[in-house]
């Protein structure tokens, strides 16, 4: 027997037991097995109700049963010719995703089997699917943010154990691991930050994604990588994001490092100001460090620093902003009040999070969904944040700024299925009539009576933040505005704005420089989705980058038609 046979009982599941086990005595288990026994035949093939081996009291025999024979269809070539292995190993794939149909009470079986082909891409566990009847909870995207090593991960994985999103098997896996390579106190963040380049170095590249329930909202957490080579991507997760959760390092040094010029601290949090984020949660973690024992003092220190810049991003401290102790890696403040921290009296994270006033979203207003990123999976496959309106199954929608007709063939919002989607969800969809090639991360998904405004040109109000010499017409940057990154070129400069008074001076100024304001032309490489920021905030807000640095934030003041 040839290793190649039993390949696809391991491919996102070194944690799968049973699957070792076959691997290692494949001769042993096959001697038990009953060879003429009838084909297995996976439940959604039967299409009819579940009649699934592994029930609700299953015990691990039941599993074992089912992985073997699946490995044993897999050692017979010709006789599951009519069905490809795909298929065959997906039973056996439900088992470690967490989602598995024992322990979801009351399996779903209608909603077919694009849902378990979704299963395979994501290994985060699945909460039950909700009942028809219950009403959909408020979905809320946070956003991690704050400089190397504070922690972020850390917590986002803390908070998935606590609200039962990973598994301890799972997490003793990975303490396991971690272990080994002596970084034993990584091993929470590996539950955010799944690839092993990641994990190798500790750091956060991409945005990770995962999800957690309270008893009234439905969150999703998006981890911002704090490196700031990666600081694109993190703009690209704060974009999605209805609240900011700005963790702060609060060991001796590494607060000072974070917040210093330099530091990721102070850009993160005008970044996720531009990007619409209304909330900010300061969570001021490693609390539990020894440098800090839970002192009030350095909490209060580190506040201190923190209020007067955070007022100039333009967050108001009384309203906009939340600061609580917490410990990552014990998790102490994140679920349940800290004993040893007795002059905090607040909610901790979870409730306080539970606890937050609704967002207002548009429901009616026109649809809107700017694409993050796009792959081919039987057909085009994209993902994005439903920024207002909404969208159903079989709806007819646009592709804009190329105007290609698309049809929605299957919705996902965190990878359940729906049929419908209100604004506020992660959703994935996938479309009939384009191709993935065609499509471009900042293009938007419109309907056909509302299209959205497209152009290469545009008039902005901009504040310098960062800018070593000035900055004249001809001037290039980068430009980031909602999920979109393009190049532009300052065209001309129109006028100053008084900071204080909001009066526009009356001559064209030669140069603007760090921390002035003013209204600009901007001309993009290429054609760009925007709105102005008065008639749509999301897609109104940007910011310009260069040379790796945050050089400006702006609002789109106005649309300037193309000259033929």
Same mark, same amino acid.
């Given at each position: 027997?040839?290793?190649?046979?039993?390949?696809?009982?391991?491919?996102?599941?070194?944690?799968?037991?049973?699957?070792?086990?076959?691997?290692?005595?494949?001769?042993?288990?096959?001697?038990?097995?009953?060879?003429?026994?009838?084909?297995?035949?996976?439940?959604?093939?039967?299409?009819?109700?579940?009649?699934?081996?592994?029930?609700?009291?299953?015990?691990?025999?039941?599993?074992?049963?089912?992985?073997?024979?699946?490995?044993?269809?897999?050692?017979?070539?010709?006789?599951?010719?009519?069905?490809?292995?795909?298929?065959?190993?997906?039973?056996?794939?439900?088992?470690?995703?967490?989602?598995?149909?024992?322990?979801?009470?009351?399996?779903?079986?209608?909603?077919?089997?694009?849902?378990?082909?979704?299963?395979?891409?994501?290994? =985060?566990? $699945?909460?039950?699917?909700?009942?028809? #009847? +219950? @009403?959909?909870?408020?979905?809320?995207?946070?956003?991690? !943010? /704050?400089?190397?090593?504070?922690?972020?991960?850390?917590?986002?994985?803390?908070?998935?154990?606590?609200?039962?999103?990973?598994?301890?098997?799972?997490?003793?896996?990975?303490?396991?691991?971690?272990?080994?390579?002596?970084?034993?106190?990584?091993?929470?963040?590996?539950?955010?930050?799944?690839?092993?380049?990641?994990?190798?170095?500790?750091?956060?590249?991409?945005?990770?994604?995962?999800?957690?329930? =309270?008893? $009234?909202?439905?969150?999703?957490?998006? #981890? +911002? @990588?704090?490196?700031?080579?990666?600081?694109?991507?993190? !703009? /690209?997760?704060?974009?999605?994001?209805?609240?900011?959760?700005?963790?702060?390092?609060?060991?001796?040094?590494?607060?000072?490092?974070?917040?210093?010029?330099?530091?990721?601290?102070?850009?993160?949090?005008?970044?996720?100001?531009?990007?619409?984020?209304?909330?900010?949660?300061?969570?001021?973690?490693?609390?539990?460090?020894?440098?800090?024992?839970?002192?009030?003092?350095?909490?209060?220190?580190?506040?201190?620093?923190?209020?007067?810049?955070?007022?100039?991003?333009?967050?108001?401290?009384?309203?906009?902003?939340?600061?609580?102790?917490?410990?990552?890696?014990?998790?102490?403040?994140?679920?349940?009040?800290?004993?040893?921290?007795?002059?905090?009296?607040?909610?901790?994270?979870?409730?306080?999070?539970?606890?937050?006033?609704?967002?207002?979203?548009?429901?009616?207003?026109?649809?809107?969904?700017?694409?993050?990123?796009?792959?081919?999976?039987?057909?085009?496959?994209?993902?994005?944040?439903?920024?207002?309106?909404?969208?159903?199954?079989?709806?007819?929608?646009?592709?804009?700024?190329?105007?290609?007709?698309?049809?929605?063939?299957?919705?996902?919002?965190?990878?359940?299925?729906?049929?419908?989607?209100?604004?506020?969800?992660?959703?994935?969809?996938?479309?009939?009539?384009?191709?993935?090639?065609?499509?471009?991360?900042?293009?938007?998904?419109?309907?056909?009576?509302?299209?959205?405004?497209?152009?290469?040109?545009?008039?902005?109000?901009?504040?310098?933040?960062?800018?070593?010499?000035?900055?004249?017409?001809?001037?290039?940057?980068?430009?980031?505005?909602?999920?979109?990154?393009?190049?532009?070129?300052?065209?001309?400069?129109?006028?100053?704005?008084?900071?204080?008074?909001?009066?526009?001076?009356?001559?064209?100024?030669?140069?603007?420089?760090?921390?002035?304001?003013?209204?600009?032309?901007?001309?993009?490489?290429?054609?760009?989705?925007?709105?102005?920021?008065?008639?749509?905030?999301?897609?109104?807000?940007?910011?310009?980058?260069?040379?790796?640095?945050?050089?400006?934030?702006?609002?789109?003041?106005?649309?300037?038609?193309?000259?033929?």
């Amino acid at each position: 027997m040839d290793p190649q046979d039993t390949a696809p009982d391991s491919w996102e599941q070194e944690d799968d037991v049973e699957a070792q086990a076959v691997d290692a005595e494949p001769q042993s288990s096959f001697a038990g097995l009953n060879v003429n026994a009838p084909e297995f035949v996976p439940t959604f093939l039967l299409g009819g109700p579940s009649v699934n081996p592994v029930s609700d009291g299953a015990d691990v025999a039941a599993n074992k049963e089912v992985s073997q024979i699946v490995a044993v269809e897999n050692g017979e070539t010709d006789a599951g010719a009519e069905e490809t292995w795909e298929e065959k190993v997906k039973p056996d794939e439900e088992e470690p995703g967490g989602g598995c149909l024992a322990e979801s009470g009351g399996p779903e079986l209608d909603e077919g089997q694009e849902e378990l082909e979704e299963e395979e891409e994501l290994p =985060t566990p $699945k909460p039950p699917p909700a009942k028809p #009847d +219950a @009403p959909k909870k408020e979905h809320v995207n946070v956003v991690f !943010i /704050g400089h190397v090593d504070a922690g972020k991960s850390t917590i986002g994985g803390q908070i998935m154990y606590l609200t039962g999103m990973v598994e301890k098997r799972t997490l003793e896996k990975y303490e396991k691991e971690a272990k080994e390579k002596n970084r034993e106190t990584w091993y929470l963040s590996w539950a955010l930050d799944t690839n092993q380049e990641e994990r190798d170095k500790g750091k956060t590249v991409e945005v990770g994604r995962a999800y957690f329930e =309270t008893e $009234k909202k439905h969150f999703t957490i998006l #981890d +911002a @990588p704090g490196h700031k080579s990666f600081v694109p991507n993190m !703009i /690209g997760g704060a974009s999605q994001a209805d609240l900011a959760v700005l963790v702060i390092s609060g060991r001796k040094g590494e607060f000072e490092t974070g917040f210093e010029k330099g530091g990721q601290t102070r850009e993160h949090a005008m970044l996720a100001k531009t990007a619409g984020v209304k909330h900010l949660i300061v969570l001021i973690n490693k609390m539990d460090d020894p440098t800090v024992n839970w002192s009030l003092e350095r909490y209060e220190e580190c506040k201190e620093k923190l209020v007067p810049f955070l007022k100039k991003v333009g967050f108001n401290p009384k309203k906009d902003i939340h600061f609580m102790p917490c410990s990552g890696l014990t998790g102490a403040n994140l679920k349940e009040p800290c004993e040893l921290c007795p002059w905090y009296t607040g909610l901790p994270f979870i409730p306080h999070l539970d606890s937050l006033p609704n967002f207002n979203r548009s429901v009616d207003g026109p649809v809107r969904l700017p694409i993050v990123d796009k792959y081919k999976d039987m057909g085009t496959v994209i993902l994005g944040k439903l920024e207002s309106g909404c969208i159903c199954k079989a709806q007819q929608l646009v592709m804009m700024p190329n105007r290609h007709t698309v049809e929605v063939l299957s919705l996902l919002s965190d990878d359940i299925e729906t049929d419908d989607a209100m604004p506020g969800e992660n959703l994935k969809l996938r479309l009939k009539g384009i191709e993935e090639e065609e499509i471009l991360p900042g293009f938007i998904l419109c309907n056909a009576e509302n299209l959205c405004h497209t152009g290469r040109t545009f008039d902005a109000q901009i504040v310098i933040i960062e800018h070593k010499s000035i900055i004249c017409p001809g001037y290039n940057a980068v430009l980031h505005i909602h999920t979109c990154i393009e190049e532009v070129q300052i065209t001309a400069l129109i006028c100053l704005v008084d900071k204080k008074s909001g009066e526009k001076s009356k001559t064209r100024p030669r140069f603007v420089k760090q921390d002035q304001v003013c209204i600009a032309r901007l001309r993009a490489a290429g054609t760009i989705c925007l709105e102005t920021f008065k008639d749509f905030p999301q897609m109104g807000r940007f910011t310009l980058r260069d040379e790796g640095k945050t050089i400006a934030i702006g609002k789109v003041l106005k649309l300037v038609p193309e000259k033929d």
